[in-house]
């Protein structure tokens, strides 16, 4: 049974940072991607990062590079998203998601996964 578990969330005020962590488990023939989609309220889910496991390469939306960063610790099975200088607009639940189909990464990018964890909340504000 394939499972993905965020966690890290909570309330942080602007300018300040966090790191999310997603532990995979299950996935028996490993996957081609894993990656961070966040959804804030009354808008459509957004991608924010990608690693791919092949040749551990990464990816960010334009609006994060350079705050975010995305690794994976392959031992632990274990994706983690590190945030920095976080800003009110980006209060939304964050999910942890895999692709096994080998999509390109603008399909990742696009929200376009197999795999979803249940998301958790990061809140920025003072």
């Known amino acids: 049974q394939v499972q993905l578990v965020e966690s890290g969330g909570g309330l942080v005020q602007p300018g300040g940072s966090l790191r999310l962590s997603c532990a995979a488990s299950?996935?028996?023939?490993?996957?081609?991607?894993i990656g961070w989609v966040r959804q804030a309220p009354g808008k459509e889910r957004e991608g924010v990062s990608v690693f791919v496991t092949a040749d551990s390469s990464d990816y960010y939306a334009a609006s994060v590079k350079g705050r975010f960063t995305i690794s994976r610790d392959s031992a632990k099975n274990t994706v983690h998203l590190q945030m920095n200088n976080l800003e009110p607009e980006e209060t939304a639940v964050f999910f942890c998601a895999v692709d096994l189909a080998g999509r390109p990464i603008q399909a990742n990018m696009g929200g376009e996964y197999d795999y979803w964890g249940q998301g958790t909340q990061v809140t920025v504000s003072s």
């Open positions: 299950g996935f028996t023939s490993g996957y081609n991607a």
